[in-house]
């Protein structure tokens, strides 16, 4: 990024009329993926001076319960509806989840979901962090992650969305192929990075249970209803050059049991669609650089 | 300038949770729990009632639902007592006539200033739960371990002088603890807490005055939250419960049985134009043949017999 510009420079302009035409596997219109956050907060996380952990004084009891829930009960039914309807994660993982709650990690793993790194925890934050210690966390991710599943991690989604003016830049130079982390297209953009490259897969803030639920204060039915018609709307115009759809979730939310009912049957409507190309990320990203190279 | 290098050191980073309270425990891998009858799910009312001075205290925080005007706020204060004097009692009727029998969660100053309302709830055979002394009794971290302690004695000891017996279970106010609440509240004889809703079943909480038991009570399904902080409607609010239970009723079936927490404050559910909705749903509840409507301590024993 071009640093303390007005524009920071991360991509060119490419107006949504008149591009290329993506297509993706099977004629389908619209790639659909899950991004379920796998994560791990602290009870009594040290400070980060640039912003707190918890909006209240540590033990934040809610809070940090409330998100404890995904762990010991709601994961497991969040995975068991998505399995169900066929619809792999892709992972924004805590990696430290890895080492406290190895259960979840594994299940995942077994379902055939692909991780990618949500930073250490989702208590400690990018703010302030040199570049050494920017590149500990990256390599500390890597690593852990390929200990855990043997996997190696292709992405990333910023810890709690906190980013320096480097991490893009570093993370193309460790390898990785993609960031959630930028919010402008439908389909996927090409990043400009100092080295390597670096695609920017469509994730979205819009549809993300947290917003459906904590910003718009949607019920369970709204927020289906609104996957539905998001999903609607992309696969036909995805008829023109395919879409990208991400379906960004938390299972301590979407998992409680008003909701989970309501969510399940998105996932049946998208099934039974038959425009729905159901992918990983990676998959995603691949798919578009056979298709494109470097062009966009 | 980088950030401290500490930032980076994760010193609880292992197997487990990061402190001692609890284990980690999947659900789907205990041992099923039984409840009485075969029933599928049991339904946890709790009704916050609570007692506002006019004179807030932010020491160590502001409660949810205290006073937001300048003093002296009328508003607020007589629309909270409008729920003590009415609202609750449509709440009482309406669970009596389903013959279910509930929790209440009370601060001890209703049992002082209002000792009739006790005298109902324990007269129909509902369950007292502890709820601190008054809406500015608000617990945090750094608030003095003695005024903790004395705040919390304070109210079970009210709350048992004026019902006639000691309360069992304990919730704190917006759920609110500091690190020595647990502890504090296994000392002073409590059997459970509602605090923390990290799952859909009791679990043991050990603190250093030995093991109390968490009965979680689900904030995201409480009025309060739906009707309140969401800005939805009595009918959603239904129509969540319903889909709750029908999700938990079908897990029950492989899975042994569920809770669902039904969280009520007066001054919002016992409203006139909430009232039928929510009657409609006691009604469909007590339907549903997979139905135990239980007070806190019955579904405590209940689990803990099974243990």
Known sequence: MREGAADPGLYDFKAWRGRPKLAWPGGKTCAVWVAPNLEFYELDPPANPHRKSWPKPHPDVVGYSHRDHANRVSHWRMADVMSKHGFPGSVSLSVALCDHIPEVVEDANARG???FSHGIYNTRYSYGVDEAQERAIIEDSIRTVRDATGQTIRGW????????????DLIAEYGLDYTCDLYHDDQPTDVKVASGQLTAIPYSLEVNDHYGFFIYNMSP???ADTLIRQFERLATEGEESGTVMCIPLHSYLIGQPHRIGPFEEVLKHIAADGRAWIAKAGEIVDSFRGQTGDAL | MSLDPAYLE??????????????????????????????????????????????PSDEPFRAPGHMQTAYPDYRHYTAREYGTRVGLYRLLDAFEAIGAK??????SAIADR??????????????IVAHSTDMNGTIASGLPEDEECALIVQSLDTLERVSGSRPRGWLSIARSQSFN???????????????????????????????????PLNHELSDRQIINVQQQSADSYVHQMQ?????????????????????????????????????????????????????????????????
């Open chain 2, 181 to 215: 609440t647990a502890k504090l509240l296994a000392d002073a004889g409590v059997d459970y807490m509602c605090d923390w809703v990290n799952d859909e079943l009791p679990y043991r909480f050990a603190t250093a005055a030995g093991d109390i038991v968490n009965i």
């Open chain 2, 243 to 307: 889909n709750a239970y029908a999700w938990l009723a079908g897990e029950a079936d492989t899975h042994g049985g569920r809770m669902l927490p039904m969280h009520l404050t007066p001054y919002i559910m016992g409203l006139p134009y909430r009232m039928d909705a929510f009657e409609g749903l006691l009604r469909w509840f007590a339907d549903q043949p997979g139905t135990w409507f239980a007070r806190g301590d019955a579904i405590l024993d209940s689990w803990a017999a099974q243990q």
């Open chain 1, 157 to 168: 989604l910023a810890p709690a969305l906190t980013h320096t003016p480097r991490t893009l």
């Open chain 2, 102 to 107: 509930i929790s209440v969660a009370t601060n």
């Open chain 2, 114 to 127: 209002y000792p009739e309302i006790i005298e109902a709830i324990v007269g129909a055979g509902h369950e």
């Open chain 1, 221 to 223: 039915r709204e927020y």
């Open chain 2, 10 to 55: 994760y010193p609880k980073r292992g197997r487990g949770m990061d402190h001692d309270y609890y284990p980690y425990s999947r659900f789907d891998t205990r041992p099923p729990v039984q409840w009485r009858d075969g029933k599928q799910v049991a339904i946890w009312p709790v009704i916050s009632l609570e007692w506002f001075p006019i004179t």
């Open chain 1, 113 to 115: 979901w692909e991780f």
